[in-house]
Nanobody
Framework: QVRLVESGGGSVQPGGSLRLSCRVS????????MAWYRQAPGKERELVAA???????QYRDHARGRFTISRDNDANTVDLQMNKLTSADTAVYYC????????????????WGLGTEVTASA
């Protein structure tokens, strides 16, 4: 069974920084794309940033220049460094990973963490 566990959420003042971390554990063959999503109250879940197997990254406009996504393939972790946080960044942040699992050649599936809350307010 594959599990994703996030950590690092919390409350900061506007302009502050937080670092989120997510670890993939369990039985699996490999990990492809890893990403962070967020869901603010009353809004749909949206992509924040993604990082591919080759290290290339993708950012939504609201994250570009302020957030940095990174991964450690040996530790099966993905981090999100968030700087210059504003109230608009307040949301539950979810880790996502495309994981190859199962018997034989396995199958690719998307897995999600339970989320970690980030609040930026004065």
């Amino acid at each position: 069974q594959v599990r994703l566990v996030e950590s690092g959420g919390g409350s900061v003042q506007p302009g502050g920084s937080l670092r989120l971390s997510c670890r993939v554990s369990g039985s699996f063959i490999g990990i492809s794309t890893m990403a962070w999503y967020r869901q603010a109250p009353g809004k749909e879940r949206e992509l924040v940033a993604a990082i591919f197997n080759d290290g290339n990254t993708q950012y939504r406009d609201h994250a570009r220049g302020r957030f940095t996504i990174s991964r450690d393939n040996d530790a099966n972790t993905v981090d999100l460094q968030m700087n210059k946080l504003t109230s608009a960044d307040t949301a539950v942040y979810y880790c996502n990973a495309r994981v190859r699992h199962g018997k034989g050649w396995g199958t690719w599936s998307d897995f999600w963490g339970l989320g970690t809350e980030v609040t930026a307010s004065a």
